[in-house]
């Protein structure tokens, strides 16, 4: 397997990991309600965790996974038509283009890594994770004549976070009314 994660994304979610573990000593030490101090830290924790740390592509022989923001979706191989790059990476499948969270712009510095591969990480931009991508992706089969009589299903499958939309929607407002109490 392969995964495709960006760096830098990470790094910013662990910058914010460190700062909201600072917030917490700091907000007791200025003499507000004990309780309170920690919720903003867990609301800055769990959305650094979410929204930088969590999105990848997952590359296999059968599918490609897209884990996102807001959901997972699992996409066999020959459901995949395309791979552009025009805005950063977007996949083309036979539901439509899938515009994704992880490179969003074709600037974005990305990190792949292959199981099993001593050496770490390779580092690669839009361009090279996209083509890793498309090495994956099948050639349209010729048809020669009629449809084949039986068809074997080829799905894509979404699995929607909704606990994680809304334990941040949840943490944020909980977040605020403590920040506006300390």
């Known amino acids: 397997m392969t995964t495709i ?25 200025s003499g507000g309600t004990a309780w309170l101090a920690p919720v ?10 979410a929204v930088l ?12 996974r ?16 395309e791979v552009r790059t025009k805005y950063g990476i977007e996949i083309v499948t036979s539901e439509g283009v899938r515009r ?8 974005a510095r990305l990190a792949a890594v292959v199981d099993g591969r001593p050496g770490g990480a390779d580092r690669v931009d839009v361009d090279a994770a996209a083509e890793r991508i498309r090495a994956f992706v ?12 039986t068809v074997t299903a080829a799905p894509i499958t979404h699995r929607v976070h909704g606990w994680t939309i809304l334990a941040i929607v949840v943490l944020a407002f909980v977040a605020t009314l403590a920040a506006a109490q300390l």
């Open 100 to 107: 994704t969270w992880l490179a969003t712009r074709r600037s």
């Open 138 to 149: 099948p050639e349209p089969p010729a048809q020669d004549g009629p449809p084949p009589a």
């Open 53 to 64: 740390w969590r999105p990848r592509f997952e590359l296999t022989d059968e599918h490609l």
């Open 5 to 29: 994660l960006a760096p830098g994304m990470r790094l910013l979610a662990v910058v914010l990991w460190v700062a909201a573990a600072a917030l917490v000593p700091l907000a007791l030490l």
């Open 40 to 49: 903003p830290s867990i609301c800055i924790a769990f959305i650094a965790w």
């Open 66 to 81: 897209i884990v996102d923001v807001r959901r997972t979706s699992t996409y066999t191989w020959r459901r995949v038509t």
